[in-house]
Structure formats: C-alpha cells, structure tokens
C-alpha cells in the first residue's frame, strides 16, 4: 500500500463496479466516508492495521491490487458492530466478505481459508468428529455424530470452490506474485 | 412436548459439550423436544468470506433438510444461527439467488422451499417458553451470584434479520434470564464487544486482546462468572482465558458459563449434570443446595 502517493494511472475505475456486482458489495457504493464503521469497529481500536472507512476509499478510488492483495481484508472480524451503525447501510461486513471473495480468485487466499475448504470437504464438518470424539460423547449420554461429507463434497463440485480455493480459476491473476 | 430440529454446527459437538448436554437436558424438562437430522453438518459460516454461494448452499442444505420434517430449527451456535437465519430470509426474499442455491441442491436432491425457522436457544427460552415460565419451573434460585452477560454478535446481529426480538444496541433477554434462574445480572463497560473469535486464525494476538479487554471489565464490574451462549465466545472466554492471560496481560480467574448450565442448576440439575467440570476455568462458585 502506498501511503504517500497515489498515482492516478494505475488506478482501476471499474473496480467498484466489480465490488458492486459481487453478492454482499452492492452497496459499497453509498459510502460517504463518515467513518462511523472506523470508529465503532472493536478490531480498529486494537489494530491500525485494519480500518474499514479506508478500506472503502480505497476500494472506490480504484486501488484493484492494493485492496485486493493485501492483508488487511481478512481482518474484519464479522462482529456487525459497524452495520447497526451504518448511515448508509453499506453492509460493510457483507462488503469485507465480497472483497475476499473475489480476492481469493485473484490469488490471495489466506490460509485459513485454505484450511476451511480442505476441511469442510473432507469432514463435512469444520471440526473432526471421530471415534475419539463420539467416544466423549456418549460417555456424556450425548448421541454418537455420523460425518456426513458426501454431501458437501457434492456442493463443493458444483460450486468449484476447490479450485477457487487453489486460484485456479483467474486467467490474469493480480496476487499472483505477491499474494500474502 | 414441542419438537424441533437440534442444529449443532461443528463448534459445539466438540468443544461444547458441556453447552450441548446442559441445552438438551434443560429443554426436555421444559417440555421441549429436541431431534437431530442426519443431513446437518456445518452451516456455512466459514465460507461466507470464500464463495458465497457455496456458503449460502450449505446453509440452504440444512434448512431444507428441516423443511422436508416440517420442522423448526434451534441453534446453539450464534454464528450458526445469523448464518441460517438470514439465508433463511434472503432466500426468501431473492428469487435469482434462490434458483441459483436450487441448482446447486439439486445435486444432493433438496431443495429450499422457505417453510422453516431458525431460532437460538435463548431467544426461544425468553420468546417462546418465556421468563415467567423459566421462573416457575426454578427451584434452587442462584441468589447471591453476580453474572455478567456476554451477548456476544451474531445473536443479535445484523438486528435486521431477527424481526426486532431484542435491541443490538441495548440487549435484555440474556440479563432477564439471567434474572429469571435467581442471580443478579451485572452491567459492565463496553458489553458489546466482540470476543475477537472472528479472527483468532488470522491474528491471534489482535483476538486475544479483544478477549482480555472484555475479561477486564467483567473482572472491574465485580461478576463472580460469566455468562455466554456461542461455543466460539466460549472459546476465547474459557479455553483461552489462559492464552489471554500470558499473551495479553491480567489474571482473572473468571468462570465462564454457558447459560443452559446455569439454568439447570437453577432447575435442580447437580453440576455434574451440567457438565460443569468440563468449563476450563474452574467453577467454584456456592450455588445453593443442588437438590436433583
């Protein structure tokens, strides 16, 4: 990220429009920079890594790459907080979660997310259950878990999501070199 | 005997069972009963941030599978309720993404009608069974305790998808029941903030000091526990209670209970039957005479 100069040319005007057409970023646009989200945001008064309103600027001056090859977008924490705020119903923790998405198609995934899809898709479950587990369980009078990941593999096949995952599906990948 | 679809996730039948025996065993004596469906696995949360329609599918996979049994969901998990709850609504409202998710459940042969509900077990303590009711049905009142309510986020938001049951700015149900089992609720600062469990994989010292921040206020209000109703708030409350301890600063010492186990005692239900050895932090708190 560039916090001195931003130079005009390298800017992509279409960007918010790509945002805006990713479900959860239709209303990214609306944003009038109040700063409301910034300053209700609980990871913001931790960390100065993570601001919102800026994220939101720079998102709709057209910083593609800068916004979308970062590491500050997996830092929204989902909290909501800023949405019951929100003058402008941006939906911005909506909006963080459009981003990644299309993010993880240019080439930057976080590894958690990694972790995420290679888990759901072999134990349907984020969390193992095995007979280590079911054990504990019925000790406590609890009933046995069957893991039911056919399933989820099904929608994982027809969503593509492995390969989204991998950043296979971009042609001209931004993070290509540099996703963090 | 009401029924309705018992919606784990994948949080609680591993890390929360103590949540998961205290919620069943108080909700049957309540008169409510509780099924599970094979087809539940995890609700999509995860995925939200990865590929939306996938996460909205998988949630769409549950909710159908509730829909075919005619029946209503309660969960225990927030995220999973706010995850749930508004595919719930938005699948309701947005035909396109509706046919979409369809073409994707058609793969497992479902299909999401929009016939069910989703309701978290504490909203359906305060809403359905009621406080007065909970109040009748105690008979070892926590008198004496201090507990401190940690509403934690996806219960109450986004507000606009739970049809305005409590104030996400303001909260009640958690301190009325609180109330309702005999203890006295107690205020403290910032109450709202989030346990920072959103983003312990991606920056766990950021997460751990969110943790430690609400754990010093809790501790400055004078609570003798605490009280949660998200195994992911449990967490970082109980389970790294600790970590925030040594990484971030502080000792506390602060029980963390999961609000079904605080009921149960209330309602007669010994510590064991609530599982309360299972809370990392140790409960050594006077809860009256347990009489089960």
Redesign the interface.
Known sequence: MSDDVIDAETLDPDFKFEIAK???GENMKLCFQCGTCSGTC??RA??DKYNPRRIIRMALLGMRKEVLCSDFI????????C??RCPQNV?I??L???I??IA?REGN??P??T???TT?DGH??????GEF?NE??IK????G?????A??R??????K?RE??AGKQADEKACKTEGS | MKEYALFLGCTVPVRGLHYEVSARKTAEKLGIRLVELPEFSCCGFPLEGADHLTSFAMAAMSLSAAEKKGLEIVTLCSACTATLTKANKKLKEDKALREEVNKVLRDVGSEFKGTTRVKHYARLLAEDIGYEAIKAAVTNPLSGLKIASHYGCHYLKPSEIYEGFDSPERPVTLDKLVEAVGAAPVDYEDKLLCCGGGILGIDELSSLKMTQLKLQHIKDSGADAMTFICPFCAVMYDINQKAAETKVGGKFNLPGIYFPQLLGIAMGFSPQDMALNLNRVKVNLKFGEAKS
């Open positions: 990713q479900a959860g609980p990871v931790i960390n997996w830092l929204c924490s989902t909290c909501y907080a949405h019951e939906r923790p909506e963080m979660m459009a990644r998405n993880i995934i976080h958690v997310y972790s995420y899809v759901l349907g479950r984020l969390l193992e259950v587990e504990k369980r406590l009078g609890l009933p878990i069957k893991e039911e990941a399933r989820v099904k929608l994982f096949d027809h969503t999501i989204k995952a």
